[in-house]
T-cell receptor
Framework: DGGITQSPKYLFRKEGQNVTLSCEQN?????MYWYRQDPGQGLRLIYY???????QKGDIAEGYSVSREKKESFPLTVTSAQKNPTAFYLC?????????????FGSGTQLSVL | SQQGEEDPQALSIQEGENATMNCSYK?????LQWYRQNSGRGLVHLIL?????REKHSGRLRVTLDTSKKSSSLLITASRAADTASYFC??????????FGKGTTLSVSS
């Protein structure tokens, strides 16, 4: 059953804590993306990776970090430097390394601050 | 940087009516994509239209692209309650990562 899996579905962060959101895909896609969505808003790009061991900052990378050690995995860490982390986080993958292919999305992780 | 912007922000119609939403963008593009999002879920790709295409159909969906006006429209014909969702356009300025607009929230009542 091919697809893209995000976990957990819900995550709570305490003050000053780092948390990591998981994103795994078995579609053999080269590119992976992280977006943040606030209520009633569109998606804002956090980080993206077009190839293993390489990634680029998006529009709102401050307070976040990523790694791409394996083709299938692109975890996102929300650090304590991100002062307003409450949002819905979406991971996506893409077959090619350009914007000419469609994105496949996971079902999202809702992050809230305790 | 918000590349695309959808209009209207919200749209309420009755079942059976047509729904039209528009997208405007700022820079030149290779293609424009439309996605759908049900509440609390991930986005699902609907249709991709290339810069050399003017119109594209997929089932009850019709997408147009006017590169001279930097705009696109998505028409859903004979709407159903199940079409209730948010709809987003997306483009890749510079040919890299897709950038999304803020979306149009469509509500179809029976």
């Amino acid at each position: 059953d091919g697809g893209i899996t995000q976990s957990p579905k819900y995550l709570f962060r305490k003050e000053g804590q780092n948390v990591t959101l998981s994103c795994e895909q078995n579609l053999n896609h080269d590119a992976m993306y992280w977006y943040r969505q606030d209520p009633g808003q569109g998606l804002r790009l956090i980080y993206y990776s077009q190839i293993v061991n390489d990634f680029q900052k998006g529009d709102i990378a401050e307070g976040y970090s990523v790694s791409r050690e394996k083709k299938e995995s692109f975890p996102l860490t929300v650090t304590s430097a991100q002062k307003n982390p409450t949002a819905f986080y979406l991971c996506a993958s893409q077959r090619g390394d350009t914007g000419n292919e469609k994105l496949f999305f996971g079902s999202g992780t809702q992050l809230s601050v305790l | 940087s918000q590349q695309g912007e959808e209009d209207p922000q919200a749209l309420s119609i009755q079942e059976g009516e047509n729904a039209t939403m528009n997208c405007s963008y700022k820079t030149s593009i290779n293609n424009l994509q439309w996605y759908r999002q049900n509440s609390g879920r991930g986005l699902v790709h609907l249709i991709l239209i290339r810069s050399n295409e003017r119109e594209k159909h997929s089932g009850r969906l019709r997408v147009t692209l006017d590169t001279s006006k930097k705009s696109s429209s998505l028409l859903i014909t004979a709407s159903r309650a199940a079409d209730t969702a948010s709809y987003f356009c997306a483009t890749a300025p510079g040919g890299t990562a897709l950038i999304f607009g803020k979306g149009t929230t469509l509500s179809v009542s029976s």
